[in-house]
Nanobody, 131 residues
Framework: QVQLVESGGGLVQPGGSLRLSCAASGFSLEYYAIAWFRQAPEKEREGVSC????????????DYTDSVKGRFTLFRDNEKNTVYLQMNSLKPEDTAVYYC????????????????????WGQGTQVTVSS
């Protein structure tokens, strides 16, 4: 059974950092693209970042939406079957529920990755940036 579990959210002051985790079970996430989304109250869900498969055929390249470039870093630990979203220089506008998602048909990431359907989603983790 494919399962994604996010953790690491919390309350942080502007300029602070958080590291979100997306732990996978039921499949090896190194073979699939993993995308992060966020949804703030009364706003549409938006794509944040994506990391492609890294399995000898693809290089695990990453994509970031413009608003987080230079502040967020997405990376995976295959031994722990976990993807991490390191978030630095957090701003109040980063406040949202963050979700990771995957789908067996997606292995690469690009700017269009956030418009495609994903079959598997985590439950979300709340990130609040406030003083």
């Amino acid at each position: 059974q494919v399962q994604l579990v996010e953790s690491g959210g919390g309350l942080v002051q502007p300029g602070g950092s958080l590291r979100l985790s997306c732990a996978a079970s039921g499949f090896s996430l190194e073979y699939y693209a993993i995308a992060w989304f966020r949804q703030a109250p009364e706003k549409e869900r938006e794509g944040v970042s994506c990391i492609g498969a890294r399995d000898g055929y693809t290089d695990g390249s990453t994509d970031y939406t413009d608003s987080v470039k230079g502040r967020f870093t997405l990376f995976r630990d295959n031994e722990k079957n976990t993807v991490y979203l390191q978030m630095n220089s957090l701003k109040p506008e980063d406040t949202a529920v963050y979700y990771c998602a995957t789908d067996p048909q997606w292995r690469l990431c690009s700017g269009t990755s956030y418009r495609r359907p994903y079959d598997y989603w985590g439950q979300g983790t709340q990130v609040t940036v406030s003083s």
